[in-house]
T-cell receptor, first 113, second 113 residues
Framework: EAGVAQSPRYKIIEKRQSVAFWCNPI?????LYWYQQILGQGPKLLIQ????????DSQLPKDRFSAERLKGVDSTLKIQPAKLEDSAVYLC???????????FGPGTRLTVL | GENVEQHPSTLSVQEGDSAVIKCTYS??????FPWYKQELGKRPQLIID?????GEKKDQRIAVTLNKTAKHFSLHITETQPEDSAVYFC????????????FGKGITLSVRP
């Protein structure tokens, strides 16, 4: 089966600019996750969707980060405006349902200058 | 919220030796404990997981043990090979409707040929 797809793979922006990441989960996977992985740390959950509804966004900095999954399939994560500390790898993952094995995408490496 | 800690942060072993990586968690309601392997520049991949209704699970050269009373779980790798060199992350979640994974900071395992 095809894995989780993400684009772009790399992005370099200046602080205060905006950026958007795209994720296409494994076909049929109802649950989608966005994680932030800062260098040298484990992934940190930003937001979890079940179909097109938000299950958990408690660690999403809502003043600058937003995410949507309008049709319950693809998802986009946006940062506006970006800060230096947002430099990280943004990982998307999906699972068949809640509590199921999470499959990760290749990630988008964001560098904020 | 949940806090997951990994010890040690780095581990170096001779090829053929065994490696043990330990994690502790704080939330007694957590009942799902996966281990992920992340090679340099690649996505995290699930290598083994355990649920709280069992104490041990094995898959070829890897095994995971869980001590619910002490709130710790360990990854055991036997007959280590150079390709086992990677960062290993443990995680914990309550499962159910909220399958949010809390990851540890990771341990870098180096297997010396």
């Amino acid at each position: 089966e095809a894995g989780v797809a993400q684009s772009p793979r790399y992005k370099i922006i200046e602080k205060r600019q905006s950026v958007a990441f795209w994720c296409n989960p494994i076909s049929g996977h109802a649950t989608l996750y966005w994680y932030q992985q800062i260098l040298g740390q484990g992934p940190k959950l930003l937001i979890q969707f079940q179909n097109n509804g938000v299950v958990d966004d408690s660690q999403l900095p809502k003043d600058r980060f937003s995410a949507e999954r309008l049709k319950g399939v693809d998802s986009t994560l946006k940062i506006q405006p970006a800060k230096l500390e947002d430099s990280a790898v943004y990982l998307c993952a999906s699972s068949l349902g809640v509590g199921g094995e999470q499959f990760f995408g290749p990630g988008t490496r964001l560098t904020v200058l | 919220g949940e806090n997951v800690e990994q010890h040690p942060s780095t581990l170096s072993v001779q090829e053929g030796d065994s490696a043990v990586i330990k994690c502790t968690y704080s939330d007694s309601a957590s009942n799902y404990f996966p281990w992920y392997k992340q090679e340099l520049g690649k996505r995290p991949q699930l290598i083994i997981d355990i649920r709280s209704n069992v104490g041990e699970k094995k898959d070829q050269r890897i095994a995971v043990t869980l001590n619910k009373t002490a709130k710790h779980f360990s990854l055991h790798i036997t007959e280590t090979q150079p390709e086992d060199s990677a960062v290993y992350f443990c995680a914990a979640s309550r499962g159910g409707a909220n399958s949010k994974l809390t990851f540890g900071k990771g341990i870098t395992l180096s297997v010396r040929p």
